[in-house]
Each structure stands twice: as C-alpha cells, then as structure tokens.
C-alpha cells in the first residue's frame, strides 16, 4: 500500500511546488488533486499548461494519485444529469493530460420523492457511460462512499452493479456507516472489497473507526494501492504528516 493525501482539506492552500516539497519531506507518495483547491489543476488549464503539470510530477517522487471530482448523478432533471455526466468525460481528459490514473466522483444525495432504488439505478446508468469513457482514456472512475443515504456501503453496492463496468470503482471513504450494529465494518466492507480502488482516511487516532479491521481487511484482498488522507488544516503540516505516516505504517503491519 501507498500512503498519499487528499487536498482536501490538509493541502487546500499549496499550490504544485508545495504539494511536491511537502509530501516529498514527510514520506508521502501522492495527491488527489481536489478541484477548486490552491493547485489549480482545472478544466481551464490549456494543452501546455497541462503537460507543465504532468512534467512537475513525473520530475519528483510524488505521484497524482487522482483528481477529485464534485459529480454527481441523482438529480430528478436530466438535463442536470447530463451535464454532470459530460463534465465527468472532460474531468478524465484532463486527468489523462496530466498523467492522474483516475477520477473520483460521488454520489450526494437521493431525492425523498423518487424511489431509492430508481435513483440508485439512475446512478449506476450514468455511471456506466463515464466508465466506458475513462477507460477509453486509460482513466479509472473511482466511486465515493459519500453521500445522504448513498453512503451506506449496500447503496454503493447497487450503484455499482447497475453500473455493471470493469473501470468503475470504489472509494473507501472511512465513514461512521461503514459499520454494522457489531461495531465492525465485516459485512459492509465484504460488500465491496473486491472493487476498491481508492482509500480515503481520516482521523487515524480516532478509537471510533475500526481502523485495524480496516487494515486487515485491505491485506486479505491484496490491496496496493493509494491510502489518502482525508483530514482537515494543520498549523504544523510537516510535524502532522509524519505523525500520521507514523500511525499508517503502524496499521499496515500485520
């Protein structure tokens, strides 16, 4: 496994060069560039201006783990679908630009006037389309764990077997609805765990979370890829990072 962090909220305010120095500093492997963060890593960015992007990273130890998206597909409108659907295709040209292997997107909500499963089906449907797309591209399309109803892990589920695409995945988010009435995470994380694709992490000191469980879980199916942390500002950024690599590399040990 690969420790990285989110830019969301830790890094909000480091432009490239930050990211880059920070991370290479304190042991961290990679970014999920989260949009309208300090970065500026855009769907405005021109042809050069991406390929400047692309070339920053290739030139250092950190990788872009991802690009973090904001789309999202319940609307009852489908024009509002449609357009959060082709903004998703443009949001994976940009990722294969500069050189991200995936995008995240979410699901945020369920409309009280339509019936869950339509809407979970609806998702999935427009899902399919942005999965076809980015593997076009060579971009994997990473599902956030995220949302009003929609993040429970049996919501996700059904989204992604609607879906029913080899290039869609799950992000791990690590929230509280992980968990079953036992306090563990076994019966949601069995759910998914052959399509994760992503982690975020938060708050790895939190005795909440069932964070060992998690860890082993992760082992069991061979995960390797990124851990991301997903946690807020720090007035001591480098000390935090190293804390926290500290504790990641303690979990991953068996």
């Known amino acids: 496994m690969k420790i990285g962090t989110v830019t969301y909220n830790l ?8 990211i880059i120095k920070n991370c290479s500093e304190t042991g961290f492997e990679g970014v999920e560039l989260r949009t309208t963060h300090a970065h500026g890593v855009e769907l405005t ?14 030139d250092s130890p950190v990788s872009i783990a991802g690009l973090g998206s904001v ?3 319940h609307s009852t409108d489908p024009e509002e679908v449609r357009r959060n659907v082709e903004g998703s295709k443009e949001y994976i040209k940009l990722a294969a630009d500069v050189g991200s292997p995936g995008i995240k ?22 899902l399919r ?17 995220h949302g009003r ?14 879906a029913d695409h080899r290039n869609l995945k799950a992000c791990w988010n690590s929230n509280d609805s992980d968990m079953g009435p036992d306090g563990t995470i076994r019966q ?14 938060t708050d790895l000191a939190n005795p909440g979370y069932p964070w060992r469980e998690l860890f082993s879980g992760l082992r069991s199916i061979g995960y390797k890829g990124f851990c991301l942390a ?16 500290a504790l990641w590399m303690e979990l991953c040990n068996p």
């Open 129 to 145: 389309e942005v999965a076809q797309f980015g593997s076009d591209y060579g971009v994997e399309v990473r599902l956030e764990v």
């Open 188 to 201: 949601n994380f069995n759910l998914l765990k052959h399509d994760i694709g992503l982690v975020h992490m």
């Open 71 to 73: 789309y999202e597909y």
């Open 230 to 245: 997903e946690v807020p500002e720090s007035a001591e950024p480098l000390r935090f990072m190293r804390y926290y690599r």
């Open 11 to 18: 890094a909000r305010s480091w432009d490239i060069p930050t």
């Open 45 to 58: 960015l021109s042809k050069g201006e991406r390929e400047t992007v692309r070339k920053q990273f290739a």
């Open 149 to 162: 109803i929609t993040c429970n892990p049996p919501n996700i589920r059904a989204i992604l077997d609607h």
């Open 105 to 126: 997107v979410r699901p945020n909500n369920a409309p009280d006037e339509v019936p869950l499963a339509a809407t979970l089906e609806q998702i999935g449907r427009a």
